[in-house]
C-alpha cells in the first residue's frame, strides 16, 4: 500500500464515518508502513492511537483489505521526537484540510456586519465597555481573562462582542473565533450528549482560540450545562485562550450559578454597560442617519426630531433604531419631511409605551385582579402556591416594566428579602418558557398595564 492508495482508502472513510468524525480522527493519520500484516499509522497523541483503534479500527482494517492489502491488524503509533530539524509535515490530504475541525464546521452564530467598532457610539455610559472591549480586540497576550460584559437589553453587548471579533479576525484571519449564545452553547452539548459525541464536542471547543458567550445567564439553573461550561472555560484560560461574556446582569446577581462558576467569571474583568443618557442617545440617532443615507436618499428630517426621539424613548438602542427606521421608513414612502408631527403620530405607540410610568402597586392590584385574589394576600405573608404564583408573577413585571430595584420591590412586597423578589423573578422567567399559561397572563397583563 502506498500513500496513494491510502488516500483512496480515506475517501472511503470520509463516506463511512461523517465528516466530523473524518476530520477529527481520520484525517490526522499519516500512513506509515505495512510489515508482517501489521499497517501501522503515525498519530499525534497516544490518546488519539486509543481512541481512533477503539471506534474505526475495524473500519479502517475493512477498507484496507477491500482495497486488496493482506492485512491482518492495524497499530497506531506516536512518532519519536525527530532527532533534528522540524517535525515531519503532516501530508495534504485529499479533501478536509486542516488537523483541527474545520472553521466552517464551528458552531456559533455569523458575525453581524453592522456590528463594528466603528459603528459603536461612545458615550459616558458605556465608556469603559467600550476600551475594554477594545483592548481585547487588539488581541496579543491575553490581559484578562474573562472579559465580562455585562448591562441591560439593547445596551450595545452583542455589538461589543461583534466588534471585538471583527478586529481580531482582521489582524489574523485564520483565528478561530467562536461566537455563540448560551442557549446555542447548551443545545449543541445537548446534541453532543444525544449522539454521544462528546469527544468531538470537547475537542471542538478546546480548539478555539477565543471563545464568546452571549447571554450567559441563560445557563442558571441548567446544571450540566453549566458544569460543561466551567470545564470548557477553564480548559481555554489553562491554555491562554481569550474568553469574552456577556449577561444581562452582573455575576453574583445570577442566581442558580455555582459559586465556582460564578468566581471564575469574576476573575477577569466585569465592565458594565450603564442605561444610555439623552447625549448618547442622540449620537446614536445621528450616526445612525449617517449610515442609513444612502437607504433614503431623498429623506429630510425637519429639525428637533432626532432631539424628541433622544428625549422620549429611552429604553433601550435596540427600541430607538427601531422607532427611528420606521419614521424614516414613513417618511420615504409618503415622500414627505420628516416633522415633529410626523414623528408623534407615527411613534405614537412606542412614545405611549414608553412615556406613562407604570408602578408596583398598579401591577399588584391587575395582578390580583386577573388571579382573583386579595390585594393583601397578593402581598402578605402566605406562601400557598395559589397565592405565591401570582406574587411571583407580579414581583417579576414589577421588575421588567419598572425601574424599580430589587430591594425596593421586596419592600412593596410586604418587606420581603430582595432575593426572595430575584427568586421569584428567575422562577417566572423560567416558567414563561415552558408553561403557555403563564405566558399567555404575562402577555395580557403587561398589555393591560402598558395599554
Ligand atoms: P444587547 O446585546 O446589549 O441586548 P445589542 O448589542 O444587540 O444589545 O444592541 C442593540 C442594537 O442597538 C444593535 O442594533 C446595536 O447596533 C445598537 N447599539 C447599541 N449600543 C450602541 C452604540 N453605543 N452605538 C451604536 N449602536 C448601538
Ligand atoms: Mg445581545
Same mark, same amino acid.
Given at each position: 500500500?502506498?500513500?496513494?492508495?491510502?488516500?483512496?482508502?480515506?475517501?472511503?472513510?470520509? &463516506?463511512?464515518?461523517? &465528516?466530523?468524525?473524518?476530520?477529527?480522527?481520520?484525517?490526522?493519520?499519516?500512513?506509515?508502513?505495512?510489515?508482517?500484516?501489521? #499497517?501501522?499509522?503515525?498519530?499525534?497523541?497516544?490518546?488519539?492511537?486509543?481512541?481512533?483503534?477503539?471506534?474505526?479500527?475495524?473500519?479502517?482494517?475493512?477498507?484496507?483489505?477491500?482495497?486488496?492489502?493482506?492485512?491482518?491488524?492495524?497499530?497506531?503509533?506516536?512518532?519519536?521526537?525527530?532527532?533534528?530539524?522540524?517535525?515531519?509535515? #503532516?501530508?495534504?490530504?485529499?479533501?478536509?484540510?486542516?488537523?483541527?475541525?474545520?472553521?466552517?464546521?464551528?458552531?456559533?452564530?455569523?458575525?453581524?456586519?453592522?456590528?463594528?467598532?466603528?459603528?459603536?457610539?461612545?458615550? &459616558?455610559?458605556?465608556?469603559?465597555?467600550?476600551?475594554?472591549?477594545?483592548?481585547?480586540?487588539?488581541?496579543?497576550?491575553?490581559?484578562?481573562?474573562?472579559?465580562?460584559?455585562?448591562?441591560?437589553?439593547?445596551?450595545?453587548?452583542?455589538?461589543?462582542?461583534?466588534?471585538?471579533?471583527?478586529?481580531?479576525?482582521?489582524?489574523?484571519?485564520?483565528?478561530?473565533?467562536?461566537?455563540?449564545?448560551?442557549?446555542?452553547?447548551?443545545?449543541? %452539548?445537548?446534541?453532543?450528549?444525544?449522539?454521544?459525541?462528546?469527544?468531538? %464536542?470537547?475537542?471542538?471547543?478546546?480548539?478555539?482560540?477565543?471563545?464568546?458567550?452571549?447571554?450567559?445567564?441563560?445557563?442558571?439553573?441548567?446544571?450540566?450545562?453549566?458544569?460543561?461550561?466551567?470545564?470548557?472555560?477553564?480548559?481555554?484560560?489553562?491554555?491562554?485562550?481569550?474568553?469574552?461574556?456577556?449577561?444581562?446582569?452582573?455575576?453574583?446577581?445570577?442566581?442558580?450559578?455555582?459559586?465556582?462558576?460564578?468566581?471564575?467569571?469574576?476573575?477577569?474583568?466585569?465592565?458594565?454597560?450603564?442605561?444610555?443618557?439623552?447625549?448618547?442617545?442622540?449620537?446614536?440617532?445621528?450616526?445612525?442617519?449617517?449610515?442609513?443615507?444612502?437607504?433614503?436618499?431623498?429623506?429630510?428630517?425637519?429639525?428637533?426630531?432626532?432631539?424628541?426621539?433622544?428625549?422620549?424613548?429611552?429604553?433601550?438602542?435596540?427600541?430607538?433604531?427601531? #422607532?427611528?427606521?420606521?419614521? %424614516?421608513?414613513?417618511?420615504?414612502?409618503?415622500?414627505?419631511?420628516?416633522?415633529?408631527?410626523?414623528?408623534?403620530?407615527?411613534?405614537?405607540?412606542?412614545?405611549?409605551?414608553?412615556?406613562?410610568?407604570?408602578?408596583?402597586?398598579?401591577?399588584?392590584?391587575?395582578?390580583?385582579?386577573?388571579?382573583?385574589?386579595?390585594?393583601?394576600?397578593?402581598?402578605?405573608?402566605?406562601?400557598?402556591?395559589?397565592?405565591?404564583?401570582?406574587?411571583?408573577? #407580579?414581583?417579576?413585571?414589577?421588575?421588567?416594566?419598572?425601574?424599580?430595584?430589587?430591594?425596593?420591590?421586596?419592600?412593596?412586597?410586604?418587606?420581603?428579602?430582595?432575593?426572595?423578589?430575584?427568586?421569584?423573578?428567575?422562577?417566572?422567567?423560567?416558567?414563561?418558557?415552558?408553561?403557555?399559561?403563564?405566558?399567555?397572563?404575562?402577555?395580557?397583563?403587561?398589555?393591560?398595564?402598558?395599554?
Amino acid at each position: 500500500m502506498n500513500d496513494a492508495t491510502w488516500g483512496t482508502i480515506r475517501e472511503e472513510l470520509l &463516506k463511512t464515518v461523517g &465528516k466530523n468524525n473524518y476530520a477529527n480522527w481520520i484525517e490526522p493519520l499519516e500512513f506509515s508502513e505495512i510489515e508482517n500484516g501489521v #499497517a501501522t499509522f503515525l498519530v499525534p497523541t497516544q490518546f488519539m492511537g486509543n481512541w481512533v483503534s477503539r471506534n474505526f479500527g475495524d473500519k479502517i482494517l475493512n477498507e484496507i483489505q477491500s482495497a486488496g492489502n493482506k492485512v491482518s491488524r492495524v497499530a497506531f503509533s506516536v512518532p519519536p521526537m525527530p532527532k533534528s530539524g522540524k517535525p515531519k509535515p #503532516a501530508k495534504p490530504a485529499p479533501r478536509v484540510k486542516s488537523k483541527l475541525p474545520d472553521l466552517d464546521d464551528m458552531p456559533g452564530a455569523p458575525l453581524d456586519k453592522r456590528f463594528t467598532f466603528d459603528a459603536f457610539v461612545v458615550g &459616558k455610559p458605556n465608556e469603559l465597555a467600550h476600551a475594554a472591549a477594545r483592548r481585547v480586540g487588539e488581541g496579543g497576550p491575553v490581559t484578562f481573562n474573562p472579559l465580562f460584559l455585562y448591562g441591560g437589553v439593547g445596551l450595545g453587548k452583542t455589538h461589543l462582542m461583534h466588534a471585538i471579533a471583527w478586529e481580531l479576525q482582521k489582524s489574523d484571519p485564520g483565528l478561530r473565533i467562536v461566537f455563540l449564545s448560551a442557549e446555542q452553547f447548551m443545545y449543541r %452539548f445537548v446534541q453532543a450528549l444525544r449522539d454521544k459525541d462528546m469527544i468531538a %464536542f470537547k475537542q471542538l471547543f478546546r480548539s478555539v482560540d477565543v471563545l464568546m458567550i452571549d447571554d450567559v445567564q441563560f445557563i442558571a439553573g441548567k446544571d450540566a450545562t453549566q458544569e460543561e461550561f466551567f470545564h470548557t472555560f477553564n480548559a481555554l484560560v489553562d491554555q491562554n485562550k481569550q474568553i469574552i461574556v456577556s449577561s444581562d446582569r452582573a455575576p453574583t446577581e445570577i442566581d442558580g450559578i455555582e459559586d465556582r462558576i460564578v468566581s471564575r467569571l469574576q476573575s477577569g474583568l466585569v465592565v458594565d454597560l450603564h442605561p444610555t443618557n439623552y447625549e448618547l442617545r442622540l449620537g446614536i440617532l445621528q450616526q445612525k442617519v449617517e449610515q442609513h443615507a444612502e437607504k433614503f436618499p431623498n429623506l429630510v428630517i425637519a429639525d428637533g426630531v432626532l432631539e424628541f426621539l433622544a428625549h422620549r424613548i429611552s429604553t433601550n438602542v435596540r427600541v430607538l433604531e427601531g #422607532a427611528m427606521m420606521r419614521l %424614516f421608513a414613513f417618511g420615504a414612502l409618503v415622500g414627505r419631511e420628516v416633522t415633529l408631527e410626523l414623528a408623534q403620530d407615527c411613534l405614537a405607540d412606542i412614545i405611549r409605551s414608553t412615556d406613562r410610568k407604570i408602578t408596583v402597586e398598579e401591577i399588584q392590584r391587575k395582578v390580583s385582579d386577573h388571579y382573583n385574589i386579595r390585594l393583601s394576600d397578593l402581598i402578605g405573608p402566605k406562601r400557598v402556591r395559589t397565592f405565591a404564583r401570582p406574587r411571583q408573577v #407580579a414581583m417579576y413585571l414589577s421588575k421588567t416594566l419598572t425601574s424599580r430595584s430589587l430591594p425596593e420591590i421586596g419592600r412593596r412586597f410586604g418587606g420581603r428579602d430582595h432575593t426572595t423578589v430575584m427568586h421569584g423573578v428567575r422562577r417566572i422567567e423560567e416558567l414563561k418558557q415552558k408553561d403557555s399559561q403563564i405566558a399567555d397572563d404575562l402577555e395580557l397583563l403587561r398589555r393591560s398595564l402598558e395599554g
